[in-house]
């Protein structure tokens, strides 16, 4: 019972992290207008603790390819969790960590703040 309450709630968390997104960091890329801009704390747990993961983490966002200027880097740096301002519109994450790789799309909506967990899948 205790390992079916476990699934149901990465699942759960799977759906509401579910998403797409536009990131723009306040410090790089195009200023964007105050009404345009949302914000986001990105972390990363384990998919068998559900706690943070243990682990030395590098974050690459980016504007989302179909963008009009393009796929374009707006952060790059390491962080267990890092807090963006970004302009409305969608992403791509990656976060590079000691099993591999976990990537995601998502959307920032204007005058939101977004908490996104990420889930480290363990093989």
């Not at 759960?12 to 986001?40: D, K, N, Q, W």
């Not at 030395?56 to 390491?78: A, C, D, F, I, M």
């Not at 976990?102 to 908490?115: A, K, L, R, S």
């Amino acid at each position: 019972m205790r390992s079916f309450c476990r699934l149901a709630c990465v699942l759960l968390l799977g759906l509401m992290v579910a998403g797409c997104g536009l990131f723009r960091s306040g410090t790089e890329g195009t200023p964007a207008t105050p009404g345009e801009i949302g914000s986001i704390e990105l972390s990363l747990i384990d998919r068998s603790t559900l706690k943070p993961a243990p682990a030395s983490l590098h974050w690459n966002v980016r504007t989302h390819p179909s963008h009009v200027s393009g796929e374009q880097v707006v952060y790059n740096g390491n962080s267990s969790k890092p807090r963006l301002q970004l302009a409305q519109g969608w992403y791509l994450v990656e976060v590079e960590h000691d099993q591999g790789v976990t990537t995601h799309v998502f959307e920032i909506y204007p005058g939101v703040h977004q908490d996104m967990h990420l889930v480290r899948m363990t093989m």
